[in-house]
């Protein structure tokens, strides 16, 4: 309901929007809204699709390059010292 309001009220065929919507929502509480609906056929509005970013997968760290990585480490602040 508030859809189609607000679609007309863009479309600038309402003179006065608070009214309209105020008489909108008494017809919605009344169920004259539903059937004014009904008459209509229902119009899926478009929304594009998600594309997302392709995932690169993780390569595991091997246990040679963590050791590598520490015995350098440790020549760094071993040597340094």
Known sequence: ??????????????????AYLLATLRKAQDGEFNQYRRNKPAVPEFVPPVVSE??????????????KLVAEIRAQ???SG
């Open 77 to 79: 602040y071993l040597g």
């Open 1 to 18: 309901m508030l859809d189609d309001a607000a679609r007309r009220i863009a479309r600038g065929g309402v003179q006065n929007p608070l």
């Open 54 to 67: 392709p995932e690169i997968p993780a390569r595991p760290r091997q246990k040679w390059d963590i050791s």
